[in-house]
Each structure stands twice: as structure tokens, then as C-alpha cells.
């Protein structure tokens, strides 16, 4: 904008000073100020802003952490390796790989069937307190204890308290037949969901391989524990030891021939070609390609399997007393010797599951990691 010119070139009014009263000469002063403020304002007022001038976007982008167990062929740790010793892939792209060497320290939902079926088990499982504490979480780990049967009841909120942990675990008591392992898993998820992104998520299953009475299918806990960056390992207990230590049920007049993992269907329960094939299954649990391409109503013998298998945990065996105090052993040595690989995907593009793969340059070790994970996209705002 150009300003209206008060002044000639002499710097003179050019109507001069005759004949203008002292009044008439404020007002003309006055005029002449306000113009020059006009003046020098205009540049300023002219020239856009660097917010006018440039828009702002926001990208979301998503750090994937992928812990990865590698072993020899003993099974014994290895520890030494370096991000350089790693090829990963998302979706059979290439990723350029660090290592999280921060420390993080475990949050841990501890899970446990405490139905009639594995009451003469729990004994044994009453005396983890201190392993757990001592083997697993450390000083700066924490722990929350649930039990399940037809109920879900939390014994413990997290607790750093060694003591405060032993005395949940000894209030496990059996309860009645009926096993809710999918929905006690993702009631261990919900608990682990609310613990601060800097901590490690770690859900410890201990229970028989099966589910006969949950609303939730193995898809959908899956998929919460995805969301949630949980990592799930469990404890089985063998369903022959269970059955063992448990007497048979006085009705139960009819020998039974059905496979390990096959379920009652009860009274008023019609059997059809569907069942009928699920009880041919038994333990069987199918290799899922993409867990989430499956239908949500599948039926799964083992959901311990699709979990740990899922998620980059791993199943541990139990029938003595021996074998559980060395299935923490092994899960604490795990834990704390993991890489933790870590890459910004260069497709966030693609929506959906995208799978990955891990190699090592060196063959002769095994290498078990997280298989994949759920990404909605990306998106800009």
C-alpha cells in the first residue's frame, strides 16, 4: 500500500503557512504523525509470516520393538551378538535395525488356573513368590497376580513388594471346573495395558493348554495383546498330571476315548459335524499363517501355543515341583538376555498385520522373536 503524500519536496506544506489559525495547525501536526506511523508500518504489515507462509503437518510414525532370544544348539543363550549380526524384515522389506540398550524394567501379569481340575498342582505353584521376584523382575520390576476358573479375581494390583507378592500367590484356592484362559489372558493384558510405555509388558500363563468356557477366541486376546505390546510365555501344566491328582467324577460310567485338549460339551449340547471335528483335534494347534485372516469363531485346542507363538514367548513344561523352579529359572534368563531390536518401518503405509523375520548371520544358532504386528496405517494430520 502506498501512502498519500503530505510533504513537497522542500518539506514545506503546499498550502503554505499563511492563513492557518494555531487549531488548524494541530490538526495538520497531528495528521502529518499519523501518516508517518502509517508509513512505517506498511512494510511490516505487507510481509506474510512464516506461519502464513508454510503449512503444518504432523506425521505419526511407529518404532517397533521386536525382542528377539537367540540360542545354540544346546539351547544356551547367546549373548554376544551386535545389531551388524541381524537381518530383519517387515513384511519382506529390509529394516534398518538398533538395539535398545536402555533399561527397562518388567511389568508382569501373572495369570493362573485355579480350577477343581489342577487343585492338587497349586501347592506347588504357591511357593513362586520369591523365584519369580528373584529370577524375573529384580529390584525394579513389578507384579500382578490373577487367578481364574468360572471367575476372574485379582489377587495383587502391581507390586514391586516381594512379601506383598508371596502372600497374593498363597491366596490361590481352587475353585470350580470351568477354565476362562482366554479371558483371564486378556484381563492380564488389560492390567499390563495401563503400565507406562518405558516398561517391559510381560503376561506369564500358568495353566492347562485349553478353554471351555470364555466369551473371547484366541483372535481377539491376540489382537490385545498386539495393541498392547505384551509378550506372553506360560507355564503348562500337563492335563495328564492334572487328571492324575484329581479323582474321576462318580457319574462318569462311559470310558473315554477322546484325544488331550478335547472338551465336554454338557447336557443340552447338540453334537454336529463341527464338533465333531473339533474334538478330533485334540492338542493339535494349527500353524496360522496370519492369525488374523482366521475366522473369528475358530476353534483352537491349544491357545497357549498361538499365544507365546504370537507374541515371541515361549512354553514351558511342568509336572514336578522341580520343573516349574526351573521353567523361572529359564524365563528370567531369557528376559534378561534379549536383544531388543528396534527400526521405523519404511512401509507404515500398508495397513494391516505385517509379519516379520528375523535372521542371523551366523546359522547354527535358533532364533525364536515376535512374529509380527497389527498397524492401522499411517497417518497425516
Request: charged fraction near 20%.
Amino acid at each position: 500500500m502506498k501512502p498519500q503524500s503530505f510533504w513537497n519536496g522542500s518539506g514545506r506544506s503546499r498550502q503554505g503557512d499563511s492563513g492557518i489559525g494555531m487549531d488548524a495547525k494541530m490538526r495538520h501536526n497531528t495528521t502529518v504523525v499519523a501518516a508517518l506511523v502509517l508509513l512505517l508500518a506498511a512494510p511490516i504489515w505487507a510481509q506474510p509470516t512464516v506461519e502464513e507462509d508454510k503449512a503444518t503437518f504432523t506425521i505419526q510414525t511407529r518404532v517397533v520393538v521386536a525382542p528377539v532370544t537367540v540360542t545354540n544348539k544346546n539351547g544356551n543363550i547367546v549373548n554376544n551378538l551386535t545389531p551388524k549380526d541381524f537381518r530383519l524384515r517387515d513384511n519382506n522389506n529390509f529394516q534398518q535395525i538398533t538395539e535398545d540398550i536402555a533399561h527397562h524394567p518388567i511389568s508382569m501379569a501373572i495369570v493362573v488356573q485355579a480350577s477343581s481340575e489342577v487343585e492338587k498342582i497349586l501347592p506347588a505353584v504357591l511357593k513362586l513368590g520369591s523365584a519369580i521376584h528373584a529370577q524375573i523382575l529384580g529390584e525394579d520390576g513389578e507384579a500382578a497376580v490373577l487367578q481364574f476358573d468360572s471367575r476372574i479375581v485379582t489377587l495383587a494390583d502391581f507390586t514391586s513388594d516381594p512379601d506383598k507378592l508371596s502372600m497374593a500367590l498363597k491366596k490361590l484356592k481352587a475353585g470350580n471346573a470351568s477354565s476362562r484362559l482366554n479371558d483371564a489372558t486378556d484381563e492380564g493384558i488389560s492390567l499390563l495395558r495401563k503400565r507406562p510405555n518405558s516398561r517391559r509388558k510381560v503376561l506369564l500363563l500358568i495353566s492347562e493348554p485349553r478353554d471351555n468356557s470364555s466369551e473371547l477366541r484366541p483372535r481377539e486376546v491376540l489382537t490385545a495383546a498386539e495393541f498392547a505390546n505384551v509378550v506372553i510365555y506360560s507355564i503348562n501344566i500337563s492335563r495328564i498330571v492334572a487328571q492324575a491328582k484329581v479323582p474321576p467324577p462318580m457319574s462318569r460310567s462311559v470310558l473315554d476315548n477322546r484325544p488331550p485338549g478335547a472338551v465336554y460339551l454338557g447336557a443340552g449340547n447338540v453334537e454336529t459335524p463341527t464338533v465333531r471335528s473339533q474334538q478330533a483335534v485334540g492338542n493339535w494347534a494349527p500353524l496360522i499363517e496370519d492369525i488374523y485372516d482366521v475366522a473369528k469363531g475358530i476353534f483352537v485346542a491349544n491357545p497357549l501355543e498361538v499365544y507365546t507363538t504370537y507374541t515371541g514367548g515361549r512354553q514351558y513344561g511342568f509336572t514336578t515341583q522341580k520343573d516349574l523352579g526351573r521353567a523361572v529359572f529359564q524365563l528370567g534368563e531369557e528376559l534378561h538376555s534379549q536383544y531388543l531390536l528396534t527400526y521405523r518401518p519404511t512401509n507404515q503405509e500398508e495397513a494391516g498385520y505385517h509379519k516379520i523375520v528375523v535372521d542371523v548371520l551366523n546359522s547354527n544358532v535358533k532364533i525364536r522373536a515376535r512374529n509380527g504386528y497389527y498397524w492401522a496405517g499411517k497417518n497425516i494430520r
